[in-house]
């Protein structure tokens, strides 16, 4: 029973172009999310995170939407270049608990 | 800062052997886990400890063993190795900000069991 989902195993955008990467989560009772990003044979980092009591959150290239109604959250990068190819993970906690949810990843190709 | 420092970066095993993959973080978290990374399975966690002399078992527990002794150290102990741990494995350390909980990862371990 996975409470976060990433649909879309894998996406391939050109450079310049927007990237749109989804989440969808299953427990209301999340109240942050987070991105992190993955290059291969390197461990996750840190991307951009969004607290459940807002709707966008942005640092620089990076926008984060949230849309809690549909219990959907997807990050925007624009304009997408070709060092942002990498895996994307989607997690989330919830209240004091700081185990992470995650979700499988997005596979992200920008090509030049 | 080092950050978390993992090490073996490569090992490979035959099956029964044991090994421990070792975890050190300089950052003074209490939060510490460990991950493995399989082929469309994401990241699953293993172990995770709150704090020194405190461990409890993730979604995968099973053929491994955690101890901590120090905030600083977090080491991962394969008991007999099995085909089915073959995986990278990541260990991380993590604390609870206003922008949610950030969690930083070592570089990985890649596990082969022959």
């Known amino acids: 029973d996975q409470q976060v989902k990433q649909n879309s195993p894998s996406l391939s955008v050109q450079e310049g172009r927007i990237s749109i990467l989804n989440c969808d989560y299953t427990n209301s009772m999340f109240d942050y999310f987070l991105w992190y990003k993955k290059y291969p044979a390197e461990g996750p980092t840190f991307l951009i995170s969004?607290?459940?009591i807002k709707d966008k959150n942005e640092d620089g290239r990076f926008t984060v939407f949230l849309n809690k109604s549909a219990k959907h959250l997807s990050l925007h990068i624009v304009p997408s270049q070709p060092g942002d190819s990498a895996v994307y993970f989607c997690?989330?906690?919830?209240?004091?608990?700081?185990?992470?949810?995650w979700g499988l990843g997005t596979s992200l190709a920008v090509n030049p | 800062n080092a950050g978390v420092t993992q090490t073996p970066k490569f090992q490979v095993l035959k099956t029964g052997q044991s090994m421990t993959l070792q975890c050190a973080q300089d950052?003074?978290?209490?939060?510490m886990s460990w991950y493995r990374q399989d082929p469309g399975m994401g990241l699953r966690l293993i172990h995770y400890s709150v704090g020194a002399g405190i461990t409890d078992q993730g979604e995968v527990p099973n053929g491994y063993n955690v101890s901590r002794s120090t905030t600083e150290d977090f080491p991962l102990r394969l008991l007999s190795a099995a085909p089915s741990q073959t995986s990278v494995y990541f260990c991380?350390?993590?604390?609870?900000?206003?922008?949610?909980?950030?969690?930083?990862f070592g570089a990985g371990t890649r596990l082969s069991v022959l």
């Open positions: 950052m003074n978290h209490e939060y």
């Open positions: 991380a350390s993590s604390y609870s900000s206003t922008r949610g909980v950030i969690q930083y």
């Open positions: 969004i607290s459940s």
């Open positions: 997690a989330a906690n919830a209240g004091n608990n700081r185990k992470l949810i």
